[in-house]
């Protein structure tokens, strides 16, 4: 396993929730190049990006997040993590950490979010 995810679980809307990914093995030592993101699928959807986070720190975030979502990375962990608040229940979706650098891109196994009305 490259990715190893965890955090998530059920929230109720409005409330917060933090995801977070430690990495491994290949990606280790050279985990400070790669771009490292968060995406989301929910049942009957396509894969989408959540958030993003390049090795300068800089972010991207879908709409649909934006002042709500904050992606964050801490090199000396190899971990990145995502805060999440004022969730809705259109935020239900599997959460997969992903890390991207160049030609090689690696996927964590996901991590379940359930936000009720």
């Known amino acids: 396993v490259q990715l190893q995810a965890f955090g998530g679980g059920l929230v109720q809307a409005g409330g917060s929730l933090r995801v977070s990914c430690v990495a491994s093995?290949?990606?280790?030592?050279?985990?400070?190049?790669?771009?490292m993101g968060w995406y989301r699928q929910a049942p009957g959807k396509q894969r989408e990006l959540v958030a993003i986070?390049?090795?300068?720190?800089?972010?991207n975030y879908a709409d649909s997040v934006k002042g709500r979502f904050t992606i964050s990375r801490d090199n000396s962990k190899k971990a990145v993590s995502l805060r999440m608040s004022s969730l809705e229940p259109d935020d239900t979706a599997v959460y997969y950490c992903n890390a991207k650098r160049g030609v090689n891109m690696y996927w964590g196994q996901g991590t379940q979010v359930t936000v009720s009305s």
């Open positions: 986070i390049t090795p300068s720190g800089s972010t």
């Open positions: 093995r290949a990606i280790t030592s050279v985990f400070n190049q790669y771009d």
